[in-house]
């Protein structure tokens, strides 16, 4: 980008600048120090005449003083040029590594701009389509009105559903320091996700299997909530209709885990390393229902669980469902 290579430039003129000032410094010491030390040995020397070649040694000397202050003076030169060439190419390539983090998070900070308009342009496309076919109606009825009204609404549904995500996910994203911490147990974590999606799973038959035991680590329990129903939820998602859904809570060696176990159609192997990406969503064309999300959900998960310094991890076969673990330290 235009801007980051301007700011690079300036960056390095600045180095360099900085650089070319210290070794000026340097070699003005350098030569005050050298000529000095020269002087004084020549005058030594030339004291040791005590006839009529002392005036001759003199102007010879000095003949000589001068010609070593010269080549100094040139020596000095030729290694600030030196300097000043190999800082150049130095100080371009160590402002571009300074400002690299920078530019990555701006094109990060872009893409998620673009990402978010996007999914925010489908639902805002459908509701004005429908307006304008609408109107364009001159045989209206109350009955179609009341249709158009549900229709809408569902969109503005979508749209609220998306606000609340992004806000959500930036919030967990910049690591919010102001989370209270305190002893949680995630049996109780796992089952107010469950109680929140009950009628959800109802909705497609599922039946939700719960093995919570008692467990306690030490976090913030509504966002442990949050992310223990994104798991529950993504799950429910991608889950047959009549299937089941397998909630754990136990405690394996010196980590608390929670696990959710689908039998849906579960993740391709390539596709797995980018489950967590924000906007992601994995190829749903083997479900036969529409699968509705944003592909945030598993990125606010990770997040939470970053913050919490749990590890969160997937393991699915495509066809025969997934199964997401996040391990607590305790």
Known sequence: MREFINARLKLTFWYVLIIMLVTS??????????TFEIG???RMQALRYVHREYIVSIEE????????KRRIIFNLILVNAGVL?????????????????????MDEQKRFVADASH?????LTALKTEIEVFLRDKKLDLKESKKLLQSNLEEVDKMQSLSNYLLSFLKYEDGIKKLEFEEVDLAQVAGKAIEKLTKLAKGKNIAIEKDLREVIVNG?????????????????KYSHNGSKIKVITEKIGKHGVVSVKDFGIGIKHSEI??????????DSSRSKDKVDGYGLGLSIAKSIADLHYAKITVESETGKGSLFKVFFST
């Open 85 to 105: 060439t190999v800082s150049g190419f130095a100080a371009y390539f160590l402002a571009g590594r300074t400002l690299a983090p920078i530019e990555a998070a």
């Open 119 to 123: 999914e925010l342009r489908t639902p």
């Open 61 to 68: 000397d000095d003949n000589l003083f001068q010609e070593i």
């Open 25 to 34: 410094l340097f070699s003005a010491v350098i030569y005050k120090a050298l």
């Open 273 to 282: 390393p980018f489950v967590f990406k924000r906007f992601y969503r994995a």
């Open 220 to 236: 913030n329990s509504i966002s442990l909530v949050e992310l223990a129903t994104i798991l529950l939820d993504n799950a429910i």
């Open 40 to 42: 004084r040995g020549l």
